[in-house]
């Protein structure tokens, strides 16, 4: 396994790059959704989210992304520099982190014309796609796409894309600008094994290019090992954080799954 940039697991962040969440509560039509949640993730470092339905993954996620209100603290601080607060846009001693966010894949009809150039131009430019797309917005798109090493996909019909196409576009746009920190809601769904593997593979290299904090959520137990530098085991409250060996087989794994894992991530 790759050796973390910024320090151990288990340590402070210090002055290095560090998404921290302190005590993050949210109720929601008072329920409960997540219960004093803490944890950090480093610059350069790949946490796997994981828990069954209904445990606050997704609003774990809004809460990062600014979409709803909590209580806690959830602080984003670069290397040497202050801490920036994520919450409502305020800022202390700096800007605002850049988030890139990568939903669930979405649905595209197999036969909406619509390529992935006229889907980045719209997502990223003023530019009504249905008339003849400028070169600098295609060109503009392509190196996105270099990014992620899906230039070939430019021109297809987004509804013609295989689940691991779609999440590399996906992944390109989400990518522009880079961000600070990139949250992957279910990457590997809809994902054959090959895509799967190029998949991870990517967001290995990207993190290790950019240096940004990659937080994702998966069902996808047995590749935890293979690609995760930590595992965060929620259900409302972070039952288990740590190295991915030492969380799938905790206690607490077996009581929230029913599961028994090896070592080597395998039943």
């Known amino acids: 396994m790759r050796k973390i940039k910024h320090g151990a697991l288990a340590g402070g962040c210090g002055d290095s790059c560090c998404l921290k969440l302190d005590g993050l509560n949210v109720r929601i039509q008072g329920e409960e959704i997540l219960e004093d949640v803490s944890f950090h993730l480093h610059c350069g470092e790949i946490a796997a989210l994981i828990g069954p339905n209904g445990a606050g993954k997704s609003t774990l996620f809004r809460s990062i992304l600014g979409q709803i209100s909590y209580s806690g603290t959830i602080s984003f601080t670069q290397v040497g520099g202050p801490a920036i607060r994520l919450a409502d846009g305020t800022t202390i001693g700096g800007t605002r982190p850049l988030i890139g966010y990568v939903p669930q894949s979405p649905s595209f009809d197999r036969g909406?014309?619509?390529?992935?150039?006229?889907?980045?131009?719209?997502?990223?430019?003023?530019?009504?796609?249905?008339?003849?797309?400028?070169?600098?917005?295609?060109?503009?798109?392509?190196?996105?796409?270099?990014?992620?090493?899906?230039?070939?996909?430019?021109?297809?019909?987004?509804?013609?894309?295989?689940?691991?196409?779609?999440?590399?576009?996906?992944?390109?746009?989400?990518?522009?600008?880079?961000p600070h920190i990139l949250i992957l809601d279910e990457p590997l769904s809809g994902v054959d094994i090959e895509g799967e593997h190029q998949l991870l593979d990517m967001l290995d290299e990207i993190r290790t290019k950019y240096d940004l904090s990659i937080l994702l959520s998966t069902h996808d137990f047995a590749t935890l090992t293979t690609f995760a530098d930590k595992v965060i085991l929620l259900n409302k409250k972070v039952l288990k954080a740590g190295a991915p060996e030492e969380v799938v087989a905790s206690p607490e794994f077996y009581e929230t799954f029913h599961l028994k894992m090896g070592r080597k991530g395998e039943n």
């Open 112 to 178: 909406d014309p619509v390529t992935v150039l006229d889907f980045f131009t719209a997502a990223t430019a003023k530019w009504p796609v249905w008339l003849p797309i400028p070169k600098k917005y295609r060109d503009q798109c392509r190196r996105s796409l270099e990014r992620v090493h899906g230039e070939d996909l430019l021109d297809k019909p987004m509804g013609g894309l295989s689940g691991g196409q779609l999440q590399r576009v996906l992944l390109a746009l989400a990518l522009e600008p880079v």
